[in-house]
């Protein structure tokens, strides 16, 4: 762990879908440490600082998936292959990658596949794995090609239906479970989706992990913007992966958050 921003250049920059891009930078493993995937970096554009989920960790190299949706995202958008930023972490409870031999499935909606890419390619080393990979159109769907390049059995999901099964990823899943079953699952998305998910793997008897997003500031589990109801856990540190058991204790899950003030909404 690193409390400083290290700077780093932007090596690559890869546009994933018309809001989405994908940015890959050197990271020295040996001296910063190698992430699991499902923790998550502070990226530092020299006025600003966000969190960032891991997308990618290959051989000296770590790679962020970003959307463009505000002020920040839309100033990361705009730099190139060359450009400087901060990165700081990585930080928080990722996902267990210390399965062998069995049967994943790991649903990802919108740029939550950026963590869902990560511990699905982690896991198709020495696991059969299945992903959901859901958007609402086809131009939104990510990492298709590459998740089937890795070995990974791919179900692309959209709302609209212009590509792969028509429908909601919950719809996908449960269509899926009529012939299949799974040993453990892994989910990041809107928590809406994320809630469904939850309750059908749940039916099922099939444990799983949950990538969750909240307001962060300091990342090291101090300001405590993060911290959700009932149990105060921090996103930054017990999270952002809780598995089933802590999920169905935290009051405000799929229900609403709170802003940088605490307000909820």
């Not at 794995?129 to 070995?151: M, N």
Request: net charge negative; with cysteine; proline share 3%.
């Amino acid at each position: 762990m690193i409390n400083e921003p290290k700077i780093v250049e932007i090596k690559e920059i890869i546009t994933e879908t018309p809001t989405i891009k994908t940015f890959k930078f050197n990271w020295d493993f040996d001296k910063l440490g190698k992430p699991n995937p499902g923790e998550f970096l502070m990226i530092w554009n020299f006025k600003n600082e966000k969190p960032m989920s891991i997308s990618q960790i290959n051989d000296d190299e770590l790679a962020i998936t970003v959307k463009n949706i505000g002020e920040f995202t839309s100033q990361l958008h705009e730099l190139e292959a060359g450009d400087l930023i901060g990165v700081r972490g990585s930080y928080g409870n990722g996902f267990d990658n210390t399965f062998k031999d069995k049967r994943i499935i790991a649903i990802g909606g919108g740029v939550g596949m950026a963590p869902v890419n990560a511990i699905a390619t982690d896991l198709a080393k020495s696991n059969e794995v299945e992903v959901i990979s859901a958007a609402q159109t086809k131009d939104e769907l990510l990492f298709i090609d590459s998740l089937e390049k890795s070995g990974v059995d791919v179900h692309a999901c959209t709302d609209d239906g212009s590509f792969g099964f028509k429908g909601f990823a919950t719809d996908c899943l449960s269509g899926l479970l009529e012939s299949s079953t799974y040993d453990y699952a892994f989910v990041c998305g809107p928590e809406i989706m994320m809630k469904g998910i939850f309750e059908i793997l749940e039916s099922s008897s099939i444990p799983g992990q949950y990538s969750l997003e909240r307001y962060m500031k300091c990342a090291l589990g101090v300001c405590g913007q993060c911290c959700v109801d009932s149990e105060g856990w921090r996103i930054c540190v017990e999270g952002p992966v809780f598995e089933n058991d802590k999920i169905e204790k935290i009051t405000e899950f799929a229900k609403y958050r709170r802003d940088a003030s605490g307000v909820k909404y």
